[in-house]
């Protein structure tokens, strides 16, 4: 049965806060946001229609209240609640929670959820229905002799993952006999602190694979598709930080053959809307399982790129209870896209997080380029949260155009007041591996010291800003100071420690 939403409310902060209210606002839905304490004035409170305290700077005390965000959601009229990604967005009590309060969750099963969000349940699932997996354990083991034992006969190295959780928590290579007492019980108490589970299970690792994944989208009404690959190769620390649609090395039949598996991994749990099946794609063309994705991804808008959909508004035209307005053969891949994620990260302090105030921030624009942006200028990037700043994404009709109007934009985004991913970025763009093709999870092992970081910048636009910002700073004890650095940062910030 279909149902109108009106009225959304955002269980989520920053960039993609924005970015779904952005949608709403496009269909003529009204929009509620949701907030801690730090981020009473933050961008996506600004932006929403109304917005409504939720508790302090934690996120256990705020973000993850499932209760207080229901209890806003219900007491302000909402139809619907989007969960964005992160926080409770892969919560199947609060997608429950939600449906017994009679709000749609525009996500999600939460018998799919529960399912896909179990590593092991998952990959029993995955070999029920066919999908290749690597070798390994479909159940998790506990005992670590009975452990050892598979570990010696697939062969290390081996991986010990975290059964219910991902992010790369709860997660050791093991490379000998030696090492494996250690890491497992390491893993297991990194699981249980992360995700209050402890349990581990033990898959080969691949050791030079490329990370792709399969955007899938599927409605009440029996129908799936999918919206072709991304790849998601370029890491640190086991998290993304460039991503690409389509593949860099992807053939047609490799693509076919994914797909395939991708939609019967999503009609084996009965997926409906927005999910992401991931895949370890190995040198031989082999490819193995590695988890889904029961939500919207961060790296969604380089789909919406080269298909021309807003994922956003599929997702909401579904919890309407809609049939897909689209099938199969309507799916045409126009192009290539690009994007980088700007986080307030050193990366030549191995990626560590660096909070601040946000002076300068003037994103690229022009022709294909797009940004999706958590804060403006003069905000604050919160410690106490994820410190993207935004999404830098753009799209041309070749790949190798693609990547050089990806250096322009890196060139043309100012930001000052915090270190930035522009730089290593940058770096990926014009690196040789990355432009061939022939690179893979360990690109940042096999390629990156800090000592390649281009250092540049515009003298006069440094004396600009430090003027600028020196006017502006100075009741809050901030000097300025015009300093070129690495990549496209123009200047950074020191605070006086008198």
């Excluded at 290749?132 to 993952?161: F, H, Q, S």
């Excluded at 891949?333 to 003037?362: Q, S």
């Amino acid at each position: 049965m279909e149902k109108r939403i009106r009225k959304v409310l955002v269980a989520n902060r920053g960039e993609i806060a924005v970015r779904v209210m952005r949608t709403c606002r496009e269909l003529g839905i009204g929009t509620v946001a949701v907030y801690s304490d730090p981020d009473q004035a933050a961008y996506h409170v600004r932006y929403a229609d109304e917005a409504y305290r939720v508790g302090p700077a934690a996120s256990a005390d705020s973000y993850l209240r499932a209760d207080r965000i229901l209890d806003v959601a219900v007491t302000h009229g909402c139809d619907a609640i989007h969960p964005g990604y992160g926080f409770l967005s892969e919560n199947a009590g609060f997608a429950e929670s939600c449906a017994e309060a009679g709000v749609i969750f525009i996500g999600p099963t939460p018998d799919a959820i529960r399912t896909m969000g179990d590593k092991t349940a998952a990959r029993k699932l995955m070999e029920e229905a066919g999908v290749p997996m690597a070798p390994g354990t479909v159940d998790a083991v506990g005992d670590v002799a009975e452990a050892r034992d598979i570990a010696r006969e697939i062969g290390y190295p081996v991986l010990i993952k975290a059964a219910a959780g991902g992010g790369g928590k709860g997660m050791r290579v093991v490379s000998e006999d030696g090492e494996f007492e250690r890491s497992m019980e390491s893993a297991s108490r990194e699981a249980a602190s992360a995700f209050g589970d402890g349990r581990v299970f033990i898959e080969k690792f691949i050791q030079e694979p490329k990370h792709i994944e399969f955007q899938v989208l599927a409605d009440t009404h029996g129908n799936c598709v999918h919206l072709f690959e991304r790849e998601c190769t370029i890491q640190r620390r086991h998290q993304k930080v460039v991503e690409e649609a389509p593949g860099a090395t992807m053939t047609p039949a490799l693509r076919q053959a994914m797909a395939a598996a991708a939609v019967s991994a999503a009609q084996s749990c009965g997926y409906v809307g927005a999910g992401t099946v991931e895949f370890l794609l190995d040198h031989d063309g082999s490819f193995y399982f590695m988890e889904m994705n029961t939500r919207l991804q961060v790296e969604h808008p380089v789909t919406e790129w080269i298909t021309g959909l807003d994922l956003v508004a599929e997702q909401i035209r579904v919890a309407e209870g809609k049939a897909l307005a689209i099938s199969q053969e309507d799916v045409v891949m126009t192009g290539h896209a690009i994007e980088c994620r700007v986080y307030a990260e050193d990366p030549a302090n191995k990626f560590l997080p660096v909070p601040g105030h946000l002076m300068v921030h003037r994103p690229a624009s022009g022709p294909g380029i797009r940004v999706d942006a958590g804060v403006e200028e003069g905000d604050d990037v919160q410690i106490h949260y994820d410190p993207m700043i935004s999404k830098l994404t753009v799209w041309a009709p070749t790949r190798e155009a693609a990547i050089r109007r990806m250096i322009r934009a890196i060139d043309e985004y100012e930001v000052a007041g915090v270190e930035t991913t522009l730089p290593f970025c940058r770096l990926v763009m014009e690196h040789e591996a990355f432009r061939s093709g022939t690179f893979s999870t360990r690109f940042v092992e096999r390629h990156f010291t800090p000592e390649d970081l281009d250092v540049h910048g515009d003298e006069d636009l440094l004396v600009a800003f430090g003027a600028l910002q020196a006017a502006k700073g100075a009741s809050r004890g901030v000097d300025s100071v015009p300093q070129a650095r690495s990549g496209s940062s123009k200047w950074v910030t020191r605070r006086e420690t008198n």
